[in-house]
């Protein structure tokens, strides 16, 4: 007698009732299109099924049952089904499966299931046997694609923490679909940090630096991320820029020009404007302008960087140099002939009324043939006088044409002359050789005189020593040799950056981030702040051959042939920017302002300039009005026991600059001070010691140790 004995399998929590007994065979008959689209019910759980899995075949009981619900995987991994088969005669030899896609997934005799593709899919699988195919179990399966990650990334490659503190690593992970998340990690000091991989988060432990390296566990695109991590102390505070123009808030550059009569160029345009300056060509009859000079002058001026012109034009250089902050424009006029009659060039004495007035004569040419000239284009702040103009002279420069007067140079000058409603006057000018284009090759355009000329135009002064005695910036710095981008000084007290100050009257530890990618890139250290950029500080930036740096350290146009360093480092400068209201002379020291007055500046009739200077006053123009003879400006190289760029002009080197590791305090560094001496020009110390943690290209991280604290 045989008897059949049937058991049903259900999905989910949907019991099936006895009509749906026999519903397993009737898809046997079904079309295999059908079957498929029913197989999804199954997966879903909507439908039960009955599997005729356990039945008693000659005396046999026959018993064979999936031990999970459903095959679920990622196509990079495998499957193991789990069954249970009970037969006293039958083998586990007689036992099959099937897919029913069997292009997406493989089946092993032994139950393992694999990928063929890595898809999405969804099906069934059935185990059976092959001498009863009638006695079976089925359940879903459903294939994951895997999404491997392509790229880990982080806004920044270095996490900077306080010991005891927690935080997330916020690491962006690409593409945000993937489902193949699980990483590996390694850590290079773990007395410093401990990681997290469930939820990505830090825990700084101690002071210290290390590394952590992440990648994914699966790592098909060879993805990783490597991040640097610094723990600081908690009792250093940690120091932010000033806010926007709050350096430049009572005083700029501007006004302590404007209080002595001089009109510079506005260092900062208005917002979404050019300033517009004009260019005054100046023709000499003798020394006609090359066909393409008005052409030539434009790109000099106007240029695009590395386009038409291999380093930059004035118009490029500063709108990178201020961040974007001063947009000029130059109007290049036609050029004004000067025939012999007029000025014998070869034995005439140049003055400077004379060179004034070719320029009003070059001006009053063009209003008459365009009619479209507006004196107010070149006007930005209103005061009936023009913001700068340039006049480019046709003769060559006095070092190429001895015989001319030796006014045929390239300077700067003001005729103290403003304007009024009744008429546009000229203050601020520069004067220049068209030659300069041509000062280092004739086979290129260069705009680096001009460009250092019009630093004078904003109010810089020169950083380097007309007597050649000494090189107070080691020569590389804009406004010392025409060579390389702006001090951070000169941007400061441009308005061009945001510094941040230490202010050493306050006894407290800081810990600063120098950061090129931010605003970050300056920290102005000083014995007492007081809301002004003209005082005197030690000046630290972070320095590296690229930017506007990169073209004038792999291009030797110095006449020594030097360069400046390629690498990068942190800079250190000693500033001296006091203002004086009255100059040293034979019968009395230089007067200094008092700074503690500097948010009233504007009120009443203060006239101040800068006391100290990197020229001495040994021409007729007095350059330096301290007693002292006070450097504006010089470098302090990291080598401790030389002061040598304030006693010999040679120029500055990669290993002046501070890197990892290195300190710094007055007293091991007083060679680069007053008679040698452990402090500032005002007399007072700042007591501090300043560790350079770490120095990279694009960072560094100080620490400011007050010495009243240790």
């Not at 990169?550 to 390629?566: F, I, M, Q, T, V």
């Amino acid at each position: 007698m045989h008897k059949t004995i049937i058991i049903t399998r259900f999905y989910k929590s949907i019991k099936t009732k006895s009509r749906w007994g026999n519903l397993k065979n009737r898809l046997w008959l079904l079309n295999m299109k059908f079957a498929k689209i029913l197989s999804l019910f199954f997966m879903l759980g909507l439908i039960g099924v009955s599997c005729q899995n356990q039945v008693t075949l000659d005396d046999d009981s026959v018993s064979l049952n999936f031990n999970t619900e459903i095959c679920e995987f990622y196509a990079d991994e495998t499957f193991n089904l789990s069954y249970k088969y009970e037969s006293i005669k039958s083998k586990t030899s007689d036992i099959a499966f099937e897919a029913s896609i069997k292009d997406v997934i493989a089946i092993s005799k032994d139950g393992l299931v694999s990928a063929l593709k890595n898809v999405d899919a969804s099906g069934t699988i059935k185990i059976y046997l092959k001498s009863a195919p009638g006695i079976y179990d089925e359940i879903p399966f459903i294939l994951h694609k895997a999404i491997y990650i392509e790229k880990m990334s982080r806004e920044s490659d270095t996490i900077i923490g306080l010991v005891g503190e927690t935080i997330d690593c916020d690491i962006n992970i690409s593409p945000i679909t993937s489902n193949r998340k699980d990483i590996v990690y390694q850590i290079d000091n773990l007395d410093v940090f401990d990681f997290d991989p469930k939820t990505y988060q830090l825990s700084f432990l101690s002071v210290g630096n290390g590394s952590l390296q992440i990648r994914p566990k699966i790592n098909p695109n060879n993805v990783s991320i490597t991040l640097n991590i610094v723990v600081k102390d908690p009792s250093y505070k940690s120091l932010v820029s000033l806010e926007e123009g709050e350096a430049t808030r009572f005083l700029t550059y501007e006004g302590v020009k404007r209080s002595q009569y001089h009109d510079p160029l506005p260092s900062i345009s208005l917002e979404n404007q050019k300033t517009k300056v004009l260019v005054l060509p100046i023709e000499f009859s003798e020394y006609p302008f090359e066909e393409n000079a008005l052409q030539n002058l434009d790109i000099v001026f106007n240029g695009t960087s590395k386009v038409d012109l291999p380093f930059e034009s004035v118009a490029s250089y500063y709108e990178k140099s201020s961040f974007g902050k001063l947009n000029l424009e130059f109007d290049i006029l036609n050029p004004y002939l000067v025939n012999s009659e007029t000025f014998d060039i070869k034995t005439g004495v140049l003055t400077s009324g004379q060179i004034v007035d070719f320029a009003y004569k070059c001006i009053n040419q063009e209003k008459e043939n365009n009619l479209a000239f507006e004196d107010f284009d070149y006007d930005i702040n209103g005061d009936f006088t023009y913001d700068a103009v340039w006049i480019i002279y046709s003769a060559p420069y006095r070092n190429k044409a001895n015989e001319l007067d030796d006014n045929f140079w390239a300077f700067v000058s003001n005729t103290g002359s403003r304007g009024s409603i009744l008429g546009y006057e000229i203050n601020n000018y520069g004067w220049a050789s068209y030659d300069f284009i041509h000062q280092y090759s004739d086979e290129f355009l260069d705009a680096h005189t001009y460009i250092h000329e019009t630093g004078h135009l904003l109010g810089l002064e020169d950083y380097y020593s007309y007597k050649l005695d000494c090189s107070p910036l080691g020569g590389f710095d804009m406004m010392d040799y025409n060579l390389g981008d702006h001090n951070a000084w000169s941007k400061a007290a441009l308005g061009w950056i945001n510094p941040i100050i230490y202010d050493a009257s306050i006894d407290f530890n800081a810990l600063v981030t120098l950061d090129k990618s931010s605003d970050k890139t300056a920290l102005f250290i000083t014995d007492k702040y007081q809301d002004t950029m003209f005082d005197e500080f030690l000046v630290l930036e972070l320095y590296s051959n690229d930017g506007l740096n990169e073209y004038d350290s792999k291009n030797a146009l110095r006449s020594d042939g030097k360069n400046l360093p390629l690498g990068f480092g942190v800079k250190m400068y000693h500033v001296d920017a006091r203002l004086v209201t009255s100059g040293y002379n034979v019968n009395k020291k230089q007067t200094y302002f008092n700074n503690s007055n500097i948010k009233n500046f504007g009120i009443g009739s203060n006239r101040v300039q800068i006391g100290a200077s990197n020229t001495p006053t040994n021409y007729t123009e007095i350059r330096n009005l301290t007693y002292e003879s006070f450097n504006l400006i010089s470098l302090i190289s990291k080598d401790p026991k030389t002061g040598d760029y304030l006693h010999e002009f040679k120029p500055f080197e990669l290993n002046d600059l501070f890197q990892t590791g290195d300190k710094f305090t007055m007293a091991d560094y007083s060679k680069n001070f007053y008679k040698e001496q452990p402090f500032l020009n005002n007399g007072n110390e700042l007591n501090i010691e300043l560790n350079f943690e770490y120095v990279t290209e694009e960072k560094a991280e100080i620490k400011i140790t007050h010495l009243n604290r240790i």
